[in-house]
């Protein structure tokens, strides 16, 4: 009876690990090695999975903060930010090149975007990126994921904070 067990256990174990397909992999350059046809690549996901992500080292648009009037001659020199792209905040996004190599693709973006009106310090950011993309596969989907953003010529501006309007006083006649 041992016995039985014991093969009924190594049959069951194999046709799973059959099944399941192994862990999740990562592609190689030369293709995709299930022979599965590579998904494209669109401009909605390239606009869709931009949010989320992080850019470090943006560096201050100083000429146009003076333009602005959001620093002065005397203020000291801002620092580079990083940048995390948020889903809420306004972004025209152009692809300029996109290169693919199969599972993997180079795609070069002009962006404009600015922090939503109702943030504390605001910013708005121009300029274009590099961003790395690879085709993930897991268990069961397959998607395209950025692995590295890299600033070509993306500055950020910090904007004058909007005048104060009388309901955001809370110091009126009314109030006290």
């Known amino acids: ?8 256990l190594i049959a069951l174990l194999l046709a799973f690990s059959i099944s399941c397909g192994g862990p ?24 869709e ?3 989320n992500s992080w850019m470090r080292e ?19 020199p801002p ?9 809420e905040e306004p972004k025209e996004i152009v692809v300029v090149d996109k290169q693919m190599n ?19 310090n605001r910013f708005e950011l121009a300029g274009q990126i590099r961003t790395e993309w690879q085709l993930r596969t897991g268990w069961v989907l397959r998607q395209w994921e950025i692995v590295d953003i890299e600033n070509i010529s993306m500055k950020y501006k910090r904007l004058p904070k909007p005048p104060a309007t009388p309901a955001d006083n809370s110091n009126t006649a009314a109030n006290r």
């Open 1 to 8: 009876m041992p016995v039985i067990k014991a093969k009924l």
């Open 102 to 120: 199969g599972t993997r693709a180079t795609i070069v973006l002009d962006i404009k975007t600015a922090s939503g009106p109702r943030s504390r």
């Open 24 to 47: 999740a992999s990562t592609p190689s350059d030369s293709g995709d090695q299930s022979g599965a046809p590579i998904p494209e690549l669109t401009d909605e996901i390239i606009r």
């Open 79 to 87: 620092e580079s930010i990083s940048w995390g792209f948020g889903r």
């Open 49 to 51: 999975r931009i949010n």
């Open 58 to 76: 943006v560096p201050p648009d100083i000429e146009g903060m003076k333009a602005a009037n959001a620093i002065s001659n005397t203020d000291p």
